[in-house]
C-alpha cells in the first residue's frame, strides 16, 4: 500500500500533471514550428536560391542501379544534407523562441518577487522573507545606536 499512497501523493502535487502539460504543450509547438519553417520560411528561400527545395537535397555516393523491383536493383548511396539543414532552422527558431518565453516569465517572476512592486502579488514567502529583512536590519540599527 505505500507504493499506492506515495502515486497518489506524486499525481496530486502536481507533479505528474505539471510534467504531462509539459509534454502536450511541447509535442503542440513542435508542430506549430514545423509548420512555421516548412510553409512559412523555406519557400521564400527556396525562391531567393531559384526553386530549390533543401528537403531534397543530397550528396549521391553511389547512384542506384538498375530498376526498382528487380533482382539485381542496387539502391542509392545519399547523404541528405537538406533535411538537416531544415531540422537545424526549426531547432534555432524552437530556441529562440524558448528563449523569448524565458526571458518572459523571468521578467513577471521578478516582478512578483520585487516586495515594493503593488502590481503583481508577491508570493507568501518571498513577502516573509522580505518582513523579516526588515525587521533584522531594523533590529541591527537599535543595537548599533545603543552601543553608540
Known sequence: MGLIKEFKEFAVKGNMVDMAVGIIIGAAFNAVVNSLVKQVIL??????T???????????????????GTEDFIEEVAIGYGLLFETFIDFLIVG???????RFMNRFRAKAQDPKNNQVATPKDIELLSNLKDLMEEQNELLRNKQN
Open 43 to 48: 519557400p521564400p528561400l527556396s525562391l531567393l
Open 50 to 68: 531559384d526553386g530549390i527545395h533543401f528537403a531534397d537535397k543530397k550528396f549521391v555516393l553511389r547512384e542506384a542501379i538498375g530498376s526498382p
Open 96 to 102: 529562440f523562441v524558448v528563449f523569448l518565453v524565458v
